[in-house]
């Protein structure tokens, strides 16, 4: 069985091998146990219940709460052609009877629903005549109220499993459990003597800061300026700060989209799809954003303030790098966040006990915020996962800051909150310390504590970060409640008696890496990721569906000759190997690939001399499909290309004397696109050297059949002129003598 499992993996995915953790998993599902799989995001989840429900006769069910994964993963093994579909409330009434009806015949592999839906007549229906040898629950934390994201719907679940007349196996997956929450997964949904797998929690692609005590503005415009190509998430606790946030990237010029529950649901769905197609790079957002979206190639997630817990924290910046390539994940933590968290739990809807958990894990995540171990490690622990070495590479394995000694603030501080006797909360002690007039801390006489202005020398803002980082530190204690007031711990005295010193460790720098730069850009990487952008465009995906980044790398890397070269690199399953190789051979061939073969090089040959005919015709300015990121021109390396427009770049690499088919292989695009481009830099007014577009001695012959030809097309301008004349002669003298087509 595992054997066929691993041919499956080849055949349909592309894959030589499993991913840790994978294969047991698969292994345990095959031979008949019940499972529980804790892996994170981008562990590769789906092919654990994916593989063994092609493998297992039958429909396997899988349960998920999220629409928009659902019906990314039934495009995606559509795709990969696996028969699969989804029954959830976006379907019409048709369609949905269309499922059923078909789900009925046996025609899927693969049925996703809803939770909800199980409890649907119809849906009751089918299962009675359906053979389901699997039940595969995606996010299966959603069952536990001790997990952060409960819903009662989740609740149903093991009582209609049970119900089934032949009782399937079930396995259960969820990218956050910590061990509690595990327990009561097994236990609410009835799982009989469970495997239970935890794995892969450690991220090896990812690396984990933490940034403190930064202007964050300014912090956010330097990261962002050094990674200008890449996608990336930033998420706010709150929905005025993704709006402000969002503003301040938008006035930059830089392009951002905000996602919050302030927007309305068509707002969100069409952000969310720009961003998906890479429209837009920036998505700003609450936590309101990210659940189901599939989105590989986010190359940053950076969080502009402390959530509420490790788990939420761990599974929104898991987003970054889902495709294996080098990813960063930012925290920026000011102290003062933990006051913001609390204030939410408090509001929140939770009874008693809830909030008690979520104060509890809101420390933990304090404790991240501030460790001075591995970060990797720590989130592994937590999860609790171990044997993990350090990363190496997140800000505490890099950190060779010198701590600061800070005692004599430390000193001022304690001294302060100990004089104001737990009667006032840190912002009036930050006051005291600054020295301030205002109304209220004069009206209690706060002025005539000798700590009075001890700390003018500072911000307020400052003083008080400092004060919530003797809180974190555990010099400080907050109460409960809307306004808590704070006060000395034990912890304070040794300090205060100079028995203490206090340490401090400032923490500002983000390596510059980036998964594009890292991972190398060439120019066949360019014009593969152009020809991936057109052929999704076509077909209506975002790019990623055609293939992921480190995939067109590795052919870049590979230049496979034929069609089962391609199938030997990784990603590519038989079905995308027979659908794209036409597309992909031409641009392999053009970058000198011997081989790459006759018949899809003369296909692509076609293709390309209609596409000039057509844009001839048009008249369009540069082929769109084809047009690459701004600035794409990585070839030609120049740092220039970030401002200079796209055809001006062209239009000096031509006058530097490349023809435009070189300026194209260098720049990833075609030369149709390069050819409009200088054109385009003569009808702005730019000088271009006419001479070498224009056969002197063919001039006026163009000219004169540009001018009687009445429809305006270029086409049979084109058949009435000797063939030597290209269309790039024809469209150079209408610009240069202004000649309308
Ligand atoms: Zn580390």
């Not at 579909?85 to 078909?102: D, H, I, P, T």
Request: aromatic share 8%; with cysteine.
């Amino acid at each position: 069985m595992m054997q066929n499992a691993k041919q499956l993996l080849k055949k349909i995915y592309g894959y030589d091998s499993f991913r840790k953790g994978q294969e047991n998993i698969i292994e345990g599902i095959l031979n008949g146990s019940d499972t529980l799989a804790i892996l994170p995001t981008g562990g590769g989840k789906s092919i654990c219940y994916q593989l063994p429900a092609m493998l297992l006769p039958g429909t396997t069910l899988v349960i998920s709460p999220l629409i928009s994964l659902m019906k990314d993963q039934v495009d995606s093994l559509t795709r990969l052609g696996v028969p699969a579909a989804f029954l959830n409330s976006s379907l019409s009434a048709a369609e949905y009877r269309e499922v059923l009806r078909s789900a009925r015949n046996g025609d899927y592999k693969l049925l996703y629903a809803a939770p909800e839906r199980l409890d649907a007549p119809m849906f009751q229906a089918l299962s009675e005549s359906l053979q389901i040898p699997l039940i595969a629950i995606d996010e299966a934390h959603c069952v536990s109220q001790w997990g952060h994201d409960f819903r009662p719907s989740y609740r149903q679940l093991a009582g209609w499993i049970n119900r089934l007349e032949q009782r399937p196996l079930v396995a259960a997956f969820t990218a956050t459990a910590t061990s509690d929450v595990a327990d009561d997964i097994e236990q609410v949904l009835g799982l009989r003597s469970p495997r239970r797998f935890v794995t892969g929690f450690a991220r090896p692609n990812l690396s984990l800061s933490v940034v403190t005590g930064v202007d964050k503005k300014r912090f956010l415009t330097q990261f962002l300026s050094d990674r200008k190509e890449q996608s990336g998430i930033i998420y706010t606790a709150t929905r005025k700060e993704a709006e402000e946030v969002c503003s301040q990237l938008q006035k930059a010029g830089l392009e951002a989209g905000k996602y919050h529950g302030g927007l309305s649901d068509a707002e969100r769905a069409e952000t969310q799809e720009r961003f998906r197609f890479d429209d837009i790079r920036i998505m700003v957002a609450t936590n309101a954003f990210g659940m189901g979206i599939d989105k590989p190639n986010v190359r940053y997630v950076l969080h502009w303030q402390m959530p509420g817990d490790l788990e939420s924290y761990y599974q929104e910046a898991g987003r970054a790098g889902r495709d294996g390539e080098e990813s960063q994940c930012v925290l920026l933590f000011e102290p003062a966040d933990m006051q913001v968290q609390r204030f939410l739990i408090e509001q929140g809807s939770g009874d008693e006990d809830r909030k008690s958990i979520q104060m509890s894990k809101l420390h933990m995540m304090m404790n991240y915020s501030r460790t001075q171990r591995c970060l990797q490690q720590f989130i592994v622990d937590y999860f609790g996962e171990s044997d993990v070495e350090p990363c190496g590479k997140c800000s505490c394995c890099q950190d060779k800051s010198e701590p600061v000694n800070r005692t004599e603030d430390a000193k001022m501080a304690l001294s302060c909150v100990g004089r104001m006797k737990g009667r006032f909360g840190v912002t009036m002690a930050a006051k005291v310390l600054k020295g301030s007039r205002d109304k209220r801390l004069l009206e209690f006489g706060l002025d005539r504590l000798t700590t009075y202005g001890l700390m003018r020398h500072l911000p307020e803002k400052e003083i008080a970060d400092w004060l919530y980082w003797l809180v974190a530190e555990g010099y400080l204690r907050l109460s409960e409640g809307q306004y808590p007031v704070v006060s000395l711990t034990a912890n304070a005295l040794p300090v205060l008696e100079g028995k203490q010193e206090i340490m401090q460790r400032v923490r500002a720098s983000v390596r510059k890496s980036g998964g594009e730069a890292a991972g190398g850009s060439s120019p066949m990487f360019e014009a593969l990721k152009a020809w991936r952008k057109e052929t999704a465009s076509r077909e209506g995906v975002p790019p990623f569906m055609v293939f992921f980044d480190a995939t067109l790398r590795e052919i870049a890397m590979v230049r496979p000759s034929s069609i089962e070269e391609l199938l030997g690199v990784k990603g590519i399953g038989s079905a995308k190997a027979q659908k794209y190789w036409s597309g992909i051979a031409p641009i392999l061939a053009e970058f000198g690939v011997a081989g790459a073969n006759a018949e899809a090089d003369a296909e692509a040959r076609a293709e390309l001399e209609t596409a000039v005919s057509q844009e001839a015709m048009t008249g369009s300015r540069g082929a769109a499909g084809l047009a690459v990121p701004k600035g794409g021109g990585a070839a030609s390396g120049s740092a220039k290309d970030d401002e200079t427009p796209s055809h001006v770049v062209s239009l000096e690499l031509f006058h530097d004397g490349y023809a435009p088919a070189e300026i194209a292989k260098q720049r990833g695009l075609s030369a149709v696109t390069v050819e409009g481009h200088i054109i385009r830099c003569a009808e702005e007014g730019l000088e271009v050297a006419w001479e070498r577009i224009i056969p002197a001695e063919l001039e006026a012959l163009i000219a004169e059949a540009v001018q009687s030809e009445e429809s305006g097309k270029l086409k049979p301008v084109k058949e009435a002129l000797p063939a030597e004349v290209t269309y790039f002669a024809i469209r150079g003298v209408m610009a240069k003598l202004g000649l309308k087509g």
